[in-house]
């Protein structure tokens, strides 16, 4: 199986403009530039989309093994932070924190952690990253 995505760019780094398109038109032709990835400004940026892929990837992975373990999720809610930090003359993506909070009906919190952090290691966009990522699971009541 394959996927791709797009970017089109036009500019310099600070005024130049882009866009970012996937396959299946998810994103079209969405605008990123320097002051969305930078600044705060609206918009999208590489990061983000890292971030709710790596959710997105993670929830999955742990709905599956969670599965395979006779448990069925409720409720996977994700978070990825993604940390992009400077070094030496250009950027890293140093880390990303995944924050859970579930509902496993049946799950005993020893056997979430341990399955939750299978997944983490598991994910294929956990296996992409070259990035300390660190998971902090609640199994909600």
Request: aromatic content about 4%; hydrophobic content about 35%; some cysteine.
């Amino acid at each position: 199986m394959k996927r791709t995505g797009s970017a089109v760019w036009q500019g310099n780094l600070k005024e130049g403009k882009g866009s970012l398109s996937t396959q299946s038109g998810a994103l079209k032709e969405q605008p990123y530039g320097f002051n969305t990835r930078f600044e705060d400004q609206p918009g999208t940026n590489p990061e983000e989309l890292i971030g709710a892929a790596h959710a997105g990837c993670f929830s999955m992975a742990l709905a599956k093994m969670l599965g395979d373990a006779g448990l069925t999720p409720e409720r996977l809610e994700t978070q990825a932070e993604v940390s992009l930090e400077k070094q030496g003359e250009g950027f890293a993506i140093t880390a990303v924190d995944l924050t859970l909070r579930a509902r496993v009906p049946g799950a005993t919190p020893e056997r979430f952690d341990e399955i939750a952090n299978q997944a983490k290691e598991g994910c294929p966009v956990s296996k992409l990253l070259n990035a300390r990522i660190n998971l902090k699971a609640t199994l909600e009541g």
